[in-house]
């Protein structure tokens, strides 16, 4: 089971990567958060937009596939969802896209780097990247909120 | 030159990634996460900016294996960030242009090397790698543990090293592929190390860090200070890199960035002064927590009291001032606090009264 639904996740990583898919499928996910009512929606909005985008992913794999079924959603962690997502980056493939995300951290100050390497590569929480940087949880939130803006930038090519 | 809507697009972007970190740090309240679903429905470029900066976090999830990626590697930059002086503004500009200045700067420049040559040296003593020269991929396992107050707690590691942990205490240990790496945020914790060259077991505790590749110490966070006890073996026990900037301030008498500490010696790293002294102690004494005993020779009552009041579900609390300096010699057990009670209730002079919240120890009048 765990295995069939690898397989099918390396097959829509590689079907999905296609130039228009990403701003069409934002447009998509957006119309889909429009119709679905605000208490849903604020219960957990970030696990909805993962949710709905997910599954959006999936119907353009089976409708591109003439395969009508055979697809379970399932209850999977948020992140899970993320793993179909085409990366909004316009046109670059896997390695590329793993290759400018290097140079672009480069560009950071290591702090800020180490903060967001930190919490998203191995999973510490904000108090502990705080400790291990000698800054407070605040600023620890801060590096990390400034080295995704500004990876997402480079990365989208925005400046 | 960016147009005008790739700048009112970073901006999302901007905003995208503090909507990020602000669901990361756990969930939102109600407040919020009714502002972010409206700010999600405002624009299908909300929508579009917010997934583009989650396949990012993503992205960095999925880079675990890259060895550019690994703990050690980040964290040896960011605190080469805090060693680095700050250069002026107008120097990174124009550059050195007057002599005097330059040769200034590079006598500061190979103070700065001669400190980097130091500390390696030191590393290779111990025999260790130095922590720049990561290459394998850093696949790292963390675990946390935490007690509560009156809680202890022991656990056998993955390496076969063996975790005490006291009252009120919390550790994080990450063991990657150069490194065996523990963060103590509270309270005390006793290791028995086991012996492994090629990965150091390195201990950030406040204003410490001890560094040790086999052996059984204790460490202690007391306010400011990290008190480091070495049971058997040796550590080699330095101020924090994490807390400190250890710039070279006089070239000359640079103090070293470790000291050596053996078996039944006892150092006190306070948060500002380097280098500290250790000093000869009972280390049985130190550990006694482990057999879940307080040890006193000869110490005030105040001290005495505070060591318990780790503990005890209800503080003791001295009444009469003139009562804090009472000497107290004696063994006790840190779940017992009735002996203590009884204990000090046999001393002459002192009145001890249990109430529902805390233990007033008050002199006797009569």
Known sequence: MAEHRGALQTFFRRRIRSKADAPDLAQEVYVRMLRIS?????????????????????????????????????????????????????????TQRVARLGVVLQQLRPKCRAAVVLRFTHELSYREIAIHLGVSPQMAKKYVTQALGHCRRRMARLG | MISKDEQVRAAIAEQASEWLVANDDGPLEARDSAALAAWLKASPVHVEEFLGVSVIARDLREARSDPEYSLETVLARARAEDDTPIQPFWRRVIGPVRGISSRRWLTAAATMAAVVVLSLGLFSLWNVRPIAQVSAPGATTALHF???HGEQLSRRLPDNSVLHLN???????????????????????????????????????????????????????????????????????????????????????????????GADQQIRVAADEWPATPAAVDAQRTTAWLHRQIVFDQEPLERVAAEFNRYAPKPIEIATPALR????????????????????????????????TRIRVSQDQA
């Open chain 1, 38 to 94: 605000d208490q849903e929606a604020i219960r957990n909005p970030v696990h909805y937009l993962y949710t709905v985008a997910n599954n959006l992913v999936k119907e353009h794999a089976v409708l591109d596939r003439r395969q009508a079924s055979g697809i379970d959603i399932d209850e999977a962690p948020a992140h899970e969802h993320l793993e179909t997502l085409p990366a909004f980056d316009g046109d670059l493939d896997a």
């Open chain 2, 146 to 148: 935490e007690t509560r």
């Open chain 2, 167 to 261: 009252t009120d205490s919390a550790v994080t240990i990450r063991f990657g592929k150069t490194e065996r790496l523990v963060t103590l945020t509270s309270g005390q914790a006793d290791f028995e190390v086991a012996h492994d060259p090629e990965h150091a077991f390195r201990v950030f505790a406040g204003s410490a860090e001890v560094v040790a590749i086999g052996t059984k110490f204790d460490v202690r966070l007391e306010g400011d200070s990290t008190v480091v006890t070495v049971v058997e073996g040796r550590v080699a026990v330095g101020p924090s890199p994490l807390l400190k900037k250890l710039g070279p301030q006089s070239s000359q008498n640079h103090p070293p960035r470790f000291v050596q500490l």
């Open chain 2, 325 to 356: 300096n009472l000497q107290i010699s004696g063994v006790f057990a840190t779940d017992d606090p009735e002996a203590f009670i009884a204990f000090l209730r046999s001393l002459t002079g002192v009145r001890v009264e249990v109430t529902a």
